[in-house]
């Protein structure tokens, strides 16, 4: 009776390795389930970077808005009959002597007529 008793359990430890360890065990269900939880969110991250890049794309292609807006920001554009003013810092050294200033040292403003 004893031989039968080790005999089952032994037959029952080879019939749960396939199942926790094996090539579809549950180990490698819940790994898997993990990385598809992982690549989803990753997914909705993009989805909102793309919809943000396709409004923007839009708003290019229809409003003149924000290409005067790049285009003042990025180039340093202004209008024509516009007056462009800088107001250096005090305390900043002469625009001469300085090879580039932060944003903290100078402020800018542009006067329409």
């Not at 819940?30 to 793309?50: H, M, T, Y």
């Amino acid at each position: 009776m004893r031989l039968i008793a080790v005999s089952f359990v032994i037959l029952l430890a080879l019939i749960q390795y396939p199942l926790w360890l094996g090539k579809g065990g549950w180990l490698r269900v819940w790994e898997f389930e993990r990385q598809v939880a992982q690549a989803q969110s990753q997914n909705e991250k993009l989805k909102e970077r793309n919809a943000k890049l396709e409004s923007e794309v839009a708003d290019l292609k229809t409003g003149t808005d924000s290409v005067e807006e790049r285009a003042r920001f990025e180039l340093g554009m202004i209008k024509k009959d516009e007056i462009f003013v800088q107001i250096l810092d005090k305390n900043a050294p002469s625009p001469a002597s300085v090879t580039s200033t932060s944003p903290a040292e100078k402020s800018e403003t542009v006067i329409s007529h």
